[in-house]
Structure formats: structure tokens, C-alpha cells
DNA sequence: TCTGGGGTCCTAGGACCC
DNA sequence: TCTGGGGTCCTAGGACCC
């Protein structure tokens, strides 16, 4: 790969929703993190109302009410699927990608002749819009991080209507002294301030800076990212994603909790949705951490943290016993009294899922185990979410759901939930 | 009143061994 | 019991990403 192309959705999660809602267009519109919490997606009209991404929702309903933004609770199968078509239009297009995010793809571009790279980029531009309805902006360039650098560009200045080929070493040199540190890929809010102490406050003066003082203020991480700047690709093209490392399942309650079935019942939900995750990417666990958590924003004195983790006799991905780990960790750091605002389990130290899981002392694979959990599968896979589940999910109402008032349909995996056309 | 969820990688420091 | 250095493994926490 010696050119690539980065492709960027705009403001994803609000195209998906205007998707099925054309008035929107040109109409500012945000959608809300899990439990309507803070905004995560922004269009144009919406950021140029002085709204931020990651801020609370809260905080800024009197600015979202008086310019009547139009706000959605997120809807992340609805996103995922629309990702899923996004990627696969790609996918017809070029001989190679890596699907970097819900959102992004970095693209092998090395067999576009350098004076058609604009024009390829646009007609990929043009084809995604056609067959998904979602506009992109593409960055094409020698390596990732620049790539990411012009894709901001490209985003940012209307100009070049959302592609920017940054391929040839003169440009770079021409735009790299208009990017600053923090927009650059890698560098986040703990490193820009050390940076600027340096004197070193845009991509061009990183691109320049000494190595020794990059090594030392930001790690081989760092001198990575340098390299990438100054067009030697440290990043290559991961064609196939790797296997999961770890699984995190969790969520913050639509309000505190207190009683101790209420949270034990949340955390066991997250559990059996582990369980799942852990089936579907064919992976077991060795290592189940489960953790509760009171408001992060709380008074130090009142904020409670509580952690367990157990190894487990033998890696696996069979609910029950996940279950049964889960409870008894549960019992073992429940602390009475507390108000509790998040339960959630993580599941680490894994492997490939085994062929026929053994013990040393029970030689018989254990067929029934794995039966029931195929089934399980595919019923829920079939039927919908929650068709089929465990005795700890029984329960009339859940006080621990997170809020989603403001939630579209489910227009593409419901079929009760389908766009209708008169 | 109301502040997301799900990941990866790197580093430092402790425990332990030889 | 004292002396010394180096290696490995594990874990916790920081930083960053979308």
C-alpha cells in the first residue's frame, strides 16, 4: 500500500436519521449517547449553533429548544446496519480496505494513477451517496494520519466539497502548518499541552520536531506518529480484523439504583449479552471482571467503586457458568446503602472458541452445553433480541433501563417497525 | 434531577526467580 | 546472613480512538 484513502461519514449518525427523514436535511439535528446522555453526533447546522460533541445533553436543552434541533436517542442497530451497506458499496469499489470504525474506512488507493486520485475519490463519493444515501468526505494520501489530516481538510473547508488528495510532497508541506497538534490523529489532551511547551503547536512542527524530544514527551507511540506525518507509513492497511482481545458490557442506569435485586439483575443482563458477543465472534473467556459504579460526578466521599474478578477454571463462552461467576462476584463486593448509577462485566484473557471443551477429570465434550447455546443463539438471531433468554431477566419492568425517549424506529430490523410510503 | 459505551496499546512497578 | 544484577510475568493505570 503506498497510497490510501480515508473515507469519513459526515456526521454519521445524524445522516442515518435523515436518511428516513428527508425534511432534516439542512436542518440542524443531533443524536444523544445511551441513556440521552451527551451528544454524540452533530450536523453542520447544529455545530454552527455552537453545540459540541460530548457534551451533556442537559446542559445545553435551552440552546437545543430554542432553535428547535431536532434530537434522537441513539439507535445503534439501525447505525450498524446502514454502516454495514456503507461498507459494502466500498467494498465493490476497490481492491482492498479496512473498515476502521462505524463510520470510516481506509482504502488501498495505490492503484489510482496520481492525476485521477480527485476524480476517483469523487466518483466513490457519488456512488456511496447514491446506494446508501449518507455523504462522505475522502482524504487521500501516502499514509493513514496524513490521510486523516486530509479528511479534515476536506471536511472543514466547503471548498473542496469533501475530498482532498494530499498525495504529492509539495501540498503536504503547503497544508501541515494550518493542522494543529490536537486535530492530528494520536494526539489527544494529555500530550498537546506538553507539545506546546516545545514550542511545537501545528503538524508541520511535529512533522519537523527533534525525535529524541518525541520519544521522550509521547513514547515509540509518538515517533510513529511523526514518521506518518512526515509520509513513511508506520500504520499498514489491515485488510482482516483481528481477533477480540477483551469484550466490555455495560450501562448506565436510567437512574440511581439502591436495591440491591435491581442492580444485580442489570449486571446479569450484561452478562448473558457477553455470553452472546462471545458466541458470535466464536471466542471464550479466561477472565471475568465485573464492576459497579455510583455518579462519576459525584462528591468524592459519596462516589462508590466497587471491582471483582475471578479466573475461570476454563475458558468459555457457555452462559450459565458465566452467569454463576458473575453472581458470586456480585455477592462478594455488594455494598448496602450506596446509590448506584452503572453495573457492567468485562471479559477478558480470550481465546478461540475450543472444539470440544474439556476438563482434565471430565473427557466428554460437552455437546449439550453447546447445543443449548446454538440454539439460544438463533432464536434470538431469528425471533429478535430477548425472544429467548435466562430466569435472571424475568422481570415485569427493569428500573435500571436507560433512557431513550427520543428514539426513531427500528426501520430496517423490525419488521413492525418499517418505513411506511403513502 | 439529568454527564456514553466499547475498545487498543504502552508503561511503570511489584513479585519472583536465578 | 550478607552481597548484586538481570530477566520475566502480571497488573493497574494512563492515553487515545471512535
Not at 488501498?108 to 455523504?135: C, W, Y
Request: glycine share 4%; with cysteine.
Amino acid at each position: 500500500m503506498e497510497m490510501v484513502a480515508l473515507v469519513d461519514c459526515n456526521a454519521f449518525f445524524c445522516s442515518c436519521e435523515r436518511v428516513f427523514k428527508p425534511h432534516l436535511r439542512e436542518k440542524p439535528v443531533v443524536v444523544l449517547s445511551s441513556n440521552d446522555g451527551c451528544l454524540i453526533a452533530l450536523s453542520a447546522e447544529a455545530k454552527a449553533l455552537g453545540l459540541k460533541m460530548a457534551v451533556p445533553f442537559f446542559k445545553v436543552k435551552h440552546l437545543i429548544d430554542k432553535h428547535k434541533v431536532h434530537v434522537f436517542s441513539t439507535n445503534y442497530m439501525l447505525y450498524a446496519h446502514m454502516s454495514r451497506r456503507v461498507m459494502a458499496t466500498l467494498e465493490a469499489l476497490v481492491p482492498a480496505l479496512e473498515v476502521y470504525s462505524i463510520d470510516e474506512a481506509f482504502l488501498d488507493f495505490s492503484h489510482v494513477p496520481e492525476n485521477e486520485r480527485t476524480k476517483e475519490a469523487r466518483r466513490i463519493q457519488q456512488m456511496v451517496l447514491q446506494h446508501t444515501g449518507i455523504p462522505v468526505s475522502i482524504g487521500v494520501a501516502p499514509t493513514k494520519t496524513l490521510a486523516k489530516v486530509a479528511n479534515k481538510l476536506a471536511k472543514t473547508h466547503p471548498q473542496w466539497n469533501g475530498v482532498l488528495d494530499l498525495s504529492r510532497s509539495h501540498d503536504i508541506e503547503r497544508f501541515l502548518p494550518f493542522v494543529w497538534c490536537e486535530d492530528v490523529w494520536g494526539i489527544g489532551r494529555a500530550s498537546a499541552p506538553k507539545l506546546s511547551k516545545y514550542g511545537i503547536r501545528t503538524a508541520a512542527d511535529l512533522a519537523g520536531a527533534d525525535p529524541f524530544l518525541i520519544k521522550k514527551l509521547m513514547g515509540i507511540v509518538g515517533t510513529r506518529l511523526v514518521n506518518e506525518l512526515k509520509g513513511e507509513q508506520a500504520f499498514s492497511l489491515e485488510v482482516a480484523p483481528p481477533p477480540a482481545k477483551s469484550i466490555i458490557c455495560s450501562r448506565s442506569f436510567g437512574r440511581p439504583l439502591s436495591q440491591k435485586e435491581e442492580v444485580k439483575r442489570a449486571l446479569l443482563y450484561h452478562v448473558v449479552r457477553g455470553g452472546a458477543k462471545l458466541r458470535r465472534k466464536k471466542r471464550q473467556a479466561r477472565h471475568l471482571t465485573i464492576y459497579l459504579r455510583g455518579n462519576r460526578y459525584a462528591q468524592k466521599e459519596a462516589y462508590v467503586s466497587r471491582t471483582a474478578a475471578v479466573q475461570l477454571p476454563l475458558a468459555t463462552h457457555y452462559t450459565p457458568t458465566l452467569l454463576a461467576a458473575a453472581d458470586h462476584l456480585f455477592e462478594k463486593v455488594w455494598q448496602e446503602g450506596a446509590l448506584y448509577a452503572k453495573a457492567g462485566v468485562m471479559l477478558t484473557d480470550l481465546t478461540p472458541e475450543a472444539a470440544h471443551p474439556t476438563t482434565l477429570f471430565d473427557l466428554r465434550p460437552h455437546q449439550k452445553e453447546k447445543a443449548l447455546m446454538t440454539a439460544l443463539d438463533a432464536l434470538n438471531e431469528r425471533y429478535g433480541r430477548g425472544t429467548l433468554g435466562f430466569a435472571s431477566q424475568l422481570q415485569k419492568e427493569n428500573l435500571w433501563r436507560p433512557k431513550e425517549a427520543l428514539k426513531s424506529p427500528n426501520y430496517l430490523t423490525r419488521w413492525d417497525e418499517l418505513l411506511t410510503v403513502r
